[in-house]
């Protein structure tokens, strides 16, 4: 989930280098929390494989890049990326709530620091 972070802080803020870990993350995040409108996420794709489960970010990187393009607000594509990453979340422990009949999650992660997905 870090580097998903890293991908889609890269192409918004137009950064290729950081200082520290998680950099472009916080930024990302300090991004998203300025947009106060509604907002829907991103499309995705989850995938079965007999070993597990695969989430596809690559519909929702095409659409930021579309956004991008657009010279849509950097503040609306950030929460809509966040937006999507709490979808992904959340469909994913249905998944696996059905599959493996548990209630209980837990994330771990520098990811899961984030107040936006807490």
Do not use: W
């Not at 472009?24 to 947009?35: D, G, M």
């Not at 493996?100 to 520098?110: E, F, R, T, W, Y």
């Amino acid at each position: 989930m870090g580097r998903l972070f890293d991908a889609v802080g890269s192409l918004v803020l137009g950064k290729s280098k950081v200082n520290f870990e998680a950099e472009l993350a916080i930024e990302l995040e300090k991004l998203a929390t300025r947009y106060s409108l509604f907002a829907t996420g991103y499309p995705f794709k989850i995938t079965h494989h007999k070993d597990g489960y695969i989430l596809n970010p690559l519909p929702m990187l095409r659409d930021i890049i579309k956004d991008l393009e657009a010279q849509g607000p950097k503040e609306k594509i950030a929460y809509r990326f966040h937006l999507t990453v709490a979808e992904m979340i959340r469909k994913m422990c249905l998944i696996l709530r059905k599959e493996n009949k548990i209630n209980k999650v837990v994330l771990s992660g520098g990811v899961f620091q984030n107040n936006l997905l807490l």
